[in-house]
């Protein structure tokens, strides 16, 4: 079976890491998105691939290639525009001739999620559900026993407990359907529209209730959950990086190759630590803690459940906690972030709502000496920042700060 | 410059032949054949002009169990399918890759002993010597006829009374075997074979193998057997395919924020401030004796070079000069024992590269090559090497190989400038922190290639480019002017700045777009006077500037092009992508053939 993953979308409110890079390639312990859901399709023997991309492909044409580093067989297909799910599973319409699985590529799946849908698959088209308390915000699905009668977009209103996950087996009659859909009120060829056409047409949809995993991260923040979560389960593998006299390194932590850890430094897991890192002489890295390739966390830094992406440099002296560090940043010395509880953060004049945040950084910001970032105020990316700035509000693309 | 690929096994031999070629086509595309032997013991040959599918197109199914092919670069003849090998004579057939340069002599001779020639090639000499010495070892007759050439090869050779035997031998052009189980392949290069085995034996000059479906034997050319080691190669072939970019070309540029840093990974000491470079195998005593530095190099790695000039002698304080290999060998060379010869070169098979430094060897200098294939046959020719890692590199225009190249040089002059005391560690220790950032600012770049492809498209018009840079920028402004000719077709000339008024200035005029590598720096000043000269003419100026800087020079310049800050030492690794960039779109824009351009191959090993 091939496996179809929608790929091209903005991810516009995990602003401001989605303006270098699109939601699919954010990192959760480590790894893209995009990564965990291909190691899942690898584990249950589905290695030819259809991605569909659009925004910033080549972040991700850079990363996988043809897949032949995550053992499977990727194509790239390109999605002019993005105007919708049913749009976008349109553009692989060549590329299928049977049965096919389709996934989103921004949420974090397993491979017992995908072998659920797989074993539980039945008639014309099949939806994978998962039930969750509050589903505000999600799509869900209302059915009479496996047979769903009427799916839903995003609701409000406490309708079924069955959220649509938005991962579906087709078969390639769903093209004939897509062609006859509409124009959603939203402006969007939604493929729920297609489902729901094909319900009303009398085939036979059904859902398959998972009870693996299946993470969604709506905004930036939620990463720090996910990853957490994902640090939690994961198993190290034998380190080869340099571990100097005098330095501990304890608990399930993983080290790349290349990476040195200098003496007097503590780290603490579950931690994973990209290659060719620089840690320390005495950094302290606390638990649930990513930090990316290429990477130098100077001397005397604390750094606590936080997510530092690649080849980012933090001076001497600092203390991040509950925070999240775009790539290519370069920090200086005594750089603090604060946290904050019960957030409110706006985004396009809507609030929303952070449980607990540090701040979130986006890409290539210098930042000098003394920076402090108070809680949940985002710097976006190309910055830069002179020494002794407090940051007390959102600091906009390529801005300088005196 | 050409490919040779040969097969023996039970596979679908005309299959893996045409698919080895494919691999191959970087080293030529202007016609392809092959040679195979039929189940009924008769050798069929296909020829055709043009890139190995034309070959394909011609080729019928047939079940065979040994073949050799070829994919041919002209040197001497003209493309044609006449002149595209095997070329045969009686049951002989051969390809070649190299150059016989005494076939004149040796083809009149056959002429008078009754052989005729039917294509205007110089491997036909071969193959008809071959025939001449044969009587039933084709081993045997291979080395006879080898004993009387002169000039370079790597040739395989087949004949259909010999069925279960294809015979190899190398003189300075490459040749690698490759060990299956129950097949065996020889080849130009490892990509041509990696699809079937990573078990590879390296053949060295003046060896000749005879290979068969279950053995592999090499002997010496007086005929004594030769050990030879084998070498798992750990390369994964895919990532030498295009990965959903449209061009080999931009998928590389945009590799380099990952090559850069496999060049560096494991050779910063940033907390010491130097460079980790033991693979190197020289000592501070030793570096420090070096009177003067001697860089030989072709094409892109000759700009790296002259960068690698201005390293040396502006951080090292060594006496430093680069010439062309071309140049090099016939000129009169003054070498010492004292002077470190070093030699650039991607594929490490650059025949005019290698022929220098044996050359410099011969002097007895130190010889240190800088290369990005490991096992080349420059790691084995040199005294030294170090390895660059840029990857695989298929699009012919040279663009990560480069960077890489630039990087290598970089942390060469840091390690030497240490060693010699010219450099203190402080000083290093900020180069290597800007350095580490490179990649993260190459990313910035390849972020807003928009604004390139806009400013290429712009231009696209231009008859004539030129492009100017002081001290470290010049090279950058040969290698701008060297990308846009290779792909785009458009005469452009590289100056250094202050050059211009001694001549170049009569061309500028309203149509010749000017690229001013100007990043602020100790020439800052003078090249903005520079560009004020072309401005005067009526000159179009694409300024290629530090982010920080552009208020003033955009009074001058019709587009400018910004690139991230960084030391003023290092900005020549992120102009130069800016102008691969520029490069790229303008050919893209022109339809032009990008990763093969007209007349040229990837890898030059013939003079």
């Not at chain 2, 670069?73 to 095997?86: D, F, L, Y």
């Not at chain 2, 081993?139 to 002169?150: D, I, K, S």
């Not at chain 2, 140049?327 to 290698?354: C, H, K, M, N, W």
């Not at chain 2, 102008?579 to 893209?588: F, P």
């Amino acid at each position: 079976m091939k496996a179809v993953i929608l790929g091209a979308g903005e991810g516009l409110r995990c602003r401001p890491l989605t303006l270098t890079r699109s939601k699919v390639m954010l990192p959760v312990a480590n790894k893209p998105i995009l990564e965990h859901i291909i190691d899942a399709l690898f584990k249950c023997g589905i290695d030819d691939i259809i991605m569909v991309v659009g925004y910033k492909k080549e972040r991700m044409m850079d990363h996988f290639r043809d897949g032949v580093n995550f053992g499977v067989n990727i194509t790239y297909v390109e999605q002019k525009g993005q105007i919708g799910t049913a749009h976008a599973i349109k553009q692989v319409s060549s590329y299928v001739d049977d049965e096919f699985i389709v996934l989103n590529g921004d949420n974090i799946v397993e491979a017992d999620t995908i072998s659920d849908i797989l074993a539980g698959r039945s008639g014309d088209a099949t939806i994978l559900t998962v039930v969750r308390e509050h589903t505000e915000g999600y799509g869900v699905v209302l059915s009479e026993k496996h047979r769903v009668m009427k799916i839903i977009e995003k609701t409000k209103e406490d309708l079924s407990h069955s959220v649509n996950t938005g991962i579906y087996i087709f078969n390639p009659d769903i093209f004939n359907y897509i062609e006859s859909t509409s124009i959603s009120e939203t402006g969007e060829y939604a493929i729920t529209d297609t489902i729901q056409h094909m319900i009303d047409d009398g085939k036979n949809v059904n859902m398959v209730n998972s009870e693996a995993m299946w993470l969604d991260a709506v905004h930036s923040w939620d990463l720090l959950k996910a990853n957490a979560y994902m640090l939690d389960r994961f198993e190290p593998p034998a380190n080869v990086c340099m571990i100097e006299d005098g330095a501990v390194v304890r608990g399930r932590v993983s080290i790349g190759p290349d990476t040195v850890i200098h003496p007097g430094s503590y780290i603490l897991g579950p931690v994973v630590i990209g290659k060719n890192c620089e840690i320390g002489p005495n950094a302290v890295i606390l638990p649930s803690t990513t930090i990316g390739s290429n990477s130098t966390i100077e001397p005397s830094t604390m750094i606590k459940n936080s997510i530092i992406m690649h080849d980012v440099r933090v001076g001497a002296f600092s203390y991040i906690s509950n925070s999240i560090l775009g790539a290519h940043n370069s920090i200086g010395s005594h750089f603090i972030t604060e946290t904050g509880e019960d957030l409110f953060i706006e985004m396009k004049g809507i609030l929303h709502k952070a449980a607990k945040l540090g701040t979130v950084i986006g890409d290539g910001n210098n930042i000098k000496h003394k920076v402090l970032t108070e809680p949940g105020k985002m710097i976006s990316t190309g910055c830069s920042i002179a020494s002794g700035v407090n940051v007390s509000r959102y600091i906009p693309r390529d801005s300088k700060v005196f | 410059m050409c490919g040779i690929v040969g097969y023996i096994g039970d596979g679908d031999t005309v299959n893996i032949l045409l698919e080895s070629l494919r691999k191959l086509e970087y080293r030529g595309y202007d016609s392809a054949g092959m040679a195979i032997i039929d189940d009924k013991g008769k050798a069929r040959i296909f020829k055709n002009e043009g890139e190995i599918s034309e070959l394909e197109a011609i080729v019928p199914e047939i079940s065979s169990h040994v073949g050799i092919g070829h994919t041919r670069w002209a040197t001497h003849g003209r493309p044609t399918t006449q002149n595209a090998h095997p070329h045969c004579s009686g049951n002989i057939c051969v390809v070649h890759n190299g150059i016989i340069e005494n076939y004149q002599e040796l083809k009149s001779e056959l002429i008078s002993e009754g052989f005729v020639f039917i294509s205007d090639t110089d491997t036909e000499v071969l193959a008809h010597l071959i025939n001449k010495y044969y009587s039933d070892d084709l081993g045997l007759a291979v080395g006879t006829a080898l004993g009387r050439v002169r000039g370079s090869y790597a040739i395989g050779v087949l004949s259909n009374e010999h069925p279960d035997e294809l015979i190899a031998a190398r003189k300075d052009s490459p040749l690698i075997i490759g060990l299956g189980k129950d097949e065996n392949f020889i080849a130009s290069d490892i990509p041509a074979i990696l699809k079937y085995t990573n078990r590879i034996i390296y053949i060295d000059n003046l060896e000749l193998i005879s290979v068969k479906q279950d053995s592999v034997q090499v002997f010496d050319m007086e005929g004594n057997p030769v050990e030879k080691e084998e070498h798992i190669i750990e390369w994964d072939l895919k990532a030498a395919e295009k990965a959903g970019y449209p061009h080999f070309m931009l998928k590389e540029i945009h590799e380099q924020t990952r090559s850069i840093h496999e060049t560096m990974t494991g050779r910063l000491h940033e907390l010491e401030g130097d460079v980790n470079l033991g693979e190197l195998g020289l000592d501070r005593n030793e570096i420090r004796q070096f009177q003067r530095i001697e860089i030989i190099a072709c094409g892109t790695s000759y700009n790296a070079g002259l960068l690698g000039k201005y390293l040396f002698e502006g951080l090292a304080g060594i006496h430093t000069d680069v010439d062309t290999g071309s140049e090099f060998r016939y000129s009169s060379p003054v070498l010492a024992p004292s002077t470190l010869v070093i030699a650039i070169t991607q594929s490490g098979e650059t025949a005019d590269t290698l022929a220098a430094i044996r050359e410099a060897a011969s002097y007895g200098c130190r010889t240190l090559a800088i290369t990005n294939v490991v096992g080349s046959t420059i790691s084995r020719d040199a005294s030294h090497t170090i390895y660059t890692r840029a990857g695989p590199e298929i699009g012919v225009a040279a663009t990560k190989s480069f960077t890489s190249q630039l990087v290598m040089l970089y942390l060469l002059a840091i390690h030497f400038a240490r060693a010699r005391s010219m450099m203190d560690a402080d000083r290093a220790r900020m180069l290597l922190t800007e350095l580490r950032k490179i990649p993260g600012h190459v990313s910035r770049i390849l972020e807003d290639a928009g604004t390139i492809h806009e400013c290429a498209s712009m231009f696209v018009k231009a008859k004539d480019y030129f492009f100017i840079g002081r001290n470290i920028n010049y090279p950058v402004a040969l290698e701008g002017a060297l990308k846009l000719k290779e792909i785009s077709y458009i005469h452009a000339e590289g100056y250094a700045a202050g050059e211009l008024k001694h001549g170049p200035l009569a061309l500028i005029s309203k149509d010749v777009p000017v690229v001013a590598i100007a990043p602020q720096g100790h020439t800052y000043d003078k090249i903005l006077s520079n560009i004020k000269e072309v401005t005067a003419r009526d000159a179009s100026v694409i300024a290629i500037v530090d982010c920080d800087d552009y208020c003033e020079i955009e009074k001058f310049a019709d587009f400018v092009i910004p690139i991230p800050k960084t030391d003023e030492v290092l900005t020549p690794l992120l102009s130069t992508v800016v102008i691969q960039l520029l490069a790229y779109y303008t050919a893209l824009e022109l339809k032009c053939s990008i990763d093969k351009p007209r007349n040229l191959a990837k890898s030059v090993t013939v003079e």
